[in-house]
């Protein structure tokens, strides 16, 4: 019995190991996440820092200069991006509130503006008419 006694002992050991080594391996698993979790809350602290630095400072000769400049061209790009986006949803942005509205609406859904007309779109003879009420001179709606 005393064998029996010994590798029962041993089981219940080798089993309070695996059993601590699965705890520890879940406690380094967790710690694991947070340690990422804190990096990634630090990155995005570090983005905003930058974004108010830029903000503040853009228009200004700064030390960073080449990279506000990266950052003026990529908003530009951005800006073209999403222009071309309405234009193939035959859609554009309300200048008051920045909604998207259909192409032929007259007043933003959103906030009620009326939005211009988009004079590249008009005929030139539509546009001709519209600006004859304007006080603009012949020669200027010859430039038109």
């Not at 705890?23 to 967790?30: L, M, R, T, W, Y």
């Not at 080449?66 to 790009?77: G, K, M, S, T």
Request: proline share 1%.
């Amino acid at each position: 019995m005393d064998i029996l006694e010994r590798i029962g002992d041993t089981i219940v050991s080798v089993s309070k190991d695996v059993s601590q080594k699965a705890k520890d391996a879940s406690g380094i698993a967790k710690l694991r996440l947070d340690i990422k979790s804190k990096e990634n809350f630090i990155r995005e602290q570090y983005l905003e820092i930058g974004k108010l630095y830029y903000e503040k400072h853009k228009g200004e000769d700064v030390e960073e200069q080449v990279q506000f400049d990266r950052i003026d061209e990529a908003l530009e790009a951005i800006e073209e991006m999403q222009q071309q986006i309405l234009v193939l949803k035959g859609a554009r942005k309300c200048p008051d509130c920045g909604a998207q509205a259909a192409d032929t609406a007259e007043y933003c859904s959103v906030c009620g503006a009326k939005l211009s007309i988009v004079v590249e779109d008009l005929p030139y003879e539509e546009v001709k008419e519209d600006i004859g009420d304007l006080g603009v001179t012949e020669e200027e709606k010859e430039d038109c």
